[in-house]
Structures are given as structure tokens and as C-alpha cells.
């Protein structure tokens, strides 16, 4: 039997990348579910095409169209938020794929992991802002809560067969960014246009941003701690420009292990929808011989200080990450409707974290609160 799948936003690069593969695999994989903001052309074209059982369009204005088209197949389809909620703590699907960007995939993730589902986790703000809960809840219901962003995915593989206990750090690779060796002069200039052309990665335009700042290895820092359980001292950050090794793994006997590949999204979403098998595939693969150099160097935190400020909000705890994240989602927004600099982002997400009262040990409606004033008051800041 195939496993079915549900790819909540399936219409984004990462959920385009999951059809890919079920389609690259119609004996293993089966798509149960899809579903999408804004963009309800594209999800009534993958469905026609992948015939799920359910489609949701998450803004129910588009409700109607979306039915009108969907319903003459069989397909039944829903809308808004509460939606997305029911289906993901339903039992019509094996995997979900959990590739909404931003804040809005945490209550749609949380509710499956409340489940028990296996979740392929696209979604790293659900643990930026919410890791303790999630976690809790991954452990209490024994879901399986398998990373399908690069770095993780790669930690997740060197891990296989290993100790949790006898990690003694990971290593973060990042790219660098379109900006990598930039300074402050220039980066106060730089337009949208140029920072969302990222050298090895297509992805969405919020983390393509976020990938130019250093916010999204900061993100994926705190990623790292609630999915590996491990302590901000364990956690480094590399540069490596080629995104050839994706990520590795120290153990206490000094030895690291690391994962290798091309970069393309499709191997980790292939991965967490297989696992704990591995399957077979075409895509260009890495040829080591024809590497002259693979190259290393420290980040440069105190250009992009949205690096900085990531380490310490995971270092602080509580309700800072999703502060941090919050406000953050506003400036990236800002950025992209050219409303504010690049380096203004850090700017008021630093304002952000002072303003807003912290808070030790939040409950899940703390953090919805959280998220809620910080976007408030970022807001304010970006008017002015
Ligand atoms: P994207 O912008 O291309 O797609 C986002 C998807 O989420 C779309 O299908 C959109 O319809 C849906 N969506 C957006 N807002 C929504 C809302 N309010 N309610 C419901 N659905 C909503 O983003 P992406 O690049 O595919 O990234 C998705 C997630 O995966 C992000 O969290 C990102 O950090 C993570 N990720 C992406 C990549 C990548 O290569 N693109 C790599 C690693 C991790
Ligand atoms: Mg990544």
C-alpha cells in the first residue's frame, strides 16, 4: 500500500517539491491532502492532477471557487485555519508534510503531532516559537517528528544507529547567503531584487530573505536544540558556500560524521516521506573528484546581527524565539514590500525583544499572545 500524504502548503516550494517526488514514486506515495493560502489555480491544478481526497484553501473567500472546481472530481474541499486543523488531527493520511512558511504552520503541526502522525517538518518556526510544547507533546504521543530542512535532515541521518547521549555537538552548515562577505556599507543599500537571488537554494521568498540575513541558520539554531535535544553551547554554525555537506554531527569520542549531497530540497523531503526507508531516484548526484574544494569559514555576526540575536533569544528561552520569530515575519514583509532597508531588520526586532514582556515558562496561549503584540507593536515601528 502506498503511504498518503498530505502536504499542507503544497503549493509553495517545498509542497511542489513533495508532489515531485510522489510523483517520481506512484507505487510508494499517494496524495490524501493539499492545501494553500492564497494561490487557488495552482492547488486546483495539482488536484486535478493528483486527485487527493481533500483540498483546503486556507482563505475562505476562496472557498467558493476552489469547490466549484474541486467538487465535479470527488474531491472534497474545505476552508480556513479550523479546517486545516481537523484534517491534520484526522486519520485519512499516513505523513503530513508540514511546509506552510511562518507562524501560521504551528497550530496545523502541533495538532497532528497531538495525534501521534508522522510529520515531515518543513515548518521550522512551529519549534522556533513553540519547541518546548511540541516536543512535550512528540514524546507524550510518540509521534514521529522527522526534520525535512537540510541541516537537520542531515543531523537526522548522521544520528541513525547512534547514542543520543553520546552527542557532544552539531555543526550547522549555512551558505552564506547572496551576501556572504558583505559589509555594513553595502548591505544598507541592497534592494529585494538582489537578496532573493540566493546562489544555490530556489526557495519561498520569506526564507530566501531570511537565508540573505542569517535569520533562517538562526532559526534553524533553535530548530536544532528542540529537535536534538541538545544545549546552545552544543550547537555551531559554519560557513560553507558550496551547500555540499549539509550538516554534521560530533560524538564524544571526537569523531564527526557528516551528510553529503547536491542541494536539492527533494533528497530530505524524499527522506522524511520514506522513512526509515531509503528509496531509489535519478537526480544528479554529487561526484566528489569533481570538487577541487569544499570551504569553511565563521560567520560574521557582527554584520549580520540577526545571528546574534537569534543564539541569544535561544540562550534566554521562554517566550523570546517567538518574539524573535514574530517579529521578524513583519520586518521580512517590510523588507519585501520595500518599506524598510535590510539592515533596519535587526533594527526593530531588536526593539521588539526589549519592548515585549518576557515571559519564563509560556502555555501555548502565551505564545499566541506573544506573537500577536509583537506584530502589533513591529508594525508601529515600520509606520513611523
Ligand atoms: P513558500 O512561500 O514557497 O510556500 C509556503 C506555503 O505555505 C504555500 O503553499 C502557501 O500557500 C502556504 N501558506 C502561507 N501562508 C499560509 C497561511 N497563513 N495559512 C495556510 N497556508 C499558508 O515557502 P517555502 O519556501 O516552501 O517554505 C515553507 C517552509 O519550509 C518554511 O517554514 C521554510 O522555512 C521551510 N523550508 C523551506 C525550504 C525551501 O527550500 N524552500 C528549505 C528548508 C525549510
Ligand atoms: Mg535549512
Given at each position: 500500500m502506498p503511504k498518503s500524504i498530505a502536504i499542507y502548503g503544497s503549493t509553495g516550494s517545498i509542497g511542489t517539491q513533495a508532489l515531485?517526488?510522489?510523483?517520481?514514486?506512484?507505487?510508494?506515495?499517494?496524495?490524501?491532502?493539499?492545501?494553500?493560502?492564497?494561490?487557488?489555480?495552482?492547488?486546483?491544478?495539482?488536484?486535478?492532477?493528483?486527485?487527493?481526497?481533500?483540498?483546503?484553501?486556507?482563505?475562505?473567500?476562496?472557498?467558493?471557487?476552489?469547490?466549484?472546481?474541486?467538487?465535479p472530481e470527488g474531491i472534497?474541499?474545505?476552508?480556513?485555519?479550523?479546517?486545516l486543523i481537523e484534517v491534520a488531527a484526522g486519520d485519512t493520511y499516513d505523513?503530513?508534510?508540514?511546509?506552510?512558511?511562518?507562524?501560521?504552520?504551528?497550530?496545523?503541526?502541533?495538532?497532528?503531532?497531538?495525534?501521534?502522525?508522522?510529520?515531515?517538518?518543513a515548518n521550522k518556526e512551529t519549534l522556533v516559537v513553540a519547541g518546548d510544547i511540541v516536543m512535550a507533546e512528540v514524546a507524550r504521543?510518540?509521534?514521529?517528528?522527522?526534520?525535512?530542512?537540510?541541516?537537520?535532515s542531515?543531523?537526522?541521518?548522521?544520528?541513525?544507529?547512534?547514542?543520543?547521549?553520546?552527542?557532544?555537538?552539531?555543526?550547522?552548515?549555512?551558505?552564506?547567503?547572496?551576501?556572504?562577505?558583505?559589509?555594513?556599507?553595502?548591505?544598507?543599500n541592497v534592494k529585494k531584487s538582489h537578496a532573493l537571488q540566493h546562489p544555490n537554494w530556489e526557495m519561498g521568498a520569506k526564507i530566501t530573505i531570511d537565508s540573505a540575513s542569517l535569520m533562517n541558520k538562526g532559526l534553524e539554531m533553535i530548530e536544532a536544540k528542540w529537535l536534538f535535544n541538545?544545549?546552545?553551547?552544543?550547537?555551531?554554525v559554519v560557513v560553507h558556500p558550496q551547500s555540499i555537506i549539509h550538516s554534521l554531527v560530533e560524538f564524544i569520542d571526537g569523531s564527526q560524521k557528516a551528510q553529503l549531497g547536491l542541494p536539492d530540497m527533494k533528497l530530505p523531503i524524499q527522506y522524511a516521506m520514506a522513512y526509515p526507508q531509503r528509496i531509489s531516484n535519478d537526480f544528479p548526484r554529487f561526484d566528489i573528484k569533481k570538487f577541487e574544494s569544499l570551504t569553511f569559514e565563521k560567520p560574521d555576526i557582527k554584520t549580520f546581527r540577526n545571528l546574534a540575536l537569534a543564539k541569544d533569544v535561544m540562550v534566554k528561552g521562554g517566550n523570546a524565539p517567538c518574539v524573535l520569530n514574530a517579529a521578524n515575519e513583519i520586518v521580512v514583509e517590510a523588507f519585501l514590500n520595500n518599506s524598510i532597508g535590510f539592515l533596519e531588520m535587526s533594527d526593530k526586532i531588536e526593539a521588539c525583544l526589549e519592548k515585549i514582556k518576557f515571559i519564563d515558562v509560556p502555555t501555548l496561549q502565551d505564545y499566541k499572545d506573544t506573537d500577536k503584540e509583537t506584530r502589533a507593536y513591529c508594525s508601529t515601528l515600520i509606520k513611523n
Open positions: 515531485d517526488v510522489i510523483e517520481q514514486h506512484p507505487d510508494l506515495f499517494v496524495a490524501e491532502v493539499l492545501t494553500a493560502n492564497n494561490n487557488e489555480k495552482l492547488l486546483i491544478e495539482q488536484c486535478k492532477k493528483f486527485k487527493p481526497n481533500i483540498a483546503i484553501i486556507a482563505n475562505e473567500e476562496k472557498y467558493d471557487a476552489v469547490n466549484a472546481a474541486l467538487a472534497k474541499v474545505f476552508a480556513g485555519e479550523k479546517s505523513v503530513l508534510i508540514a511546509a506552510i512558511v511562518g507562524y501560521a504552520g504551528l497550530s496545523s503541526t502541533l495538532a497532528a503531532v497531538e495525534q501521534g502522525k508522522t510529520v515531515g517538518l504521543k510518540g509521534a514521529n517528528l522527522i526534520p525535512v530542512d537540510s541541516e537537520h542531515a543531523i537526522f541521518q548522521c544520528l541513525v544507529g547512534e547514542n543520543p547521549a553520546d552527542v557532544s555537538k552539531v555543526i550547522l552548515t549555512a551558505s552564506g547567503g547572496p551576501f556572504r562577505g558583505k559589509k555594513p556599507n553595502f548591505l544598507v541538545v544545549k546552545p553551547e552544543q550547537i555551531d
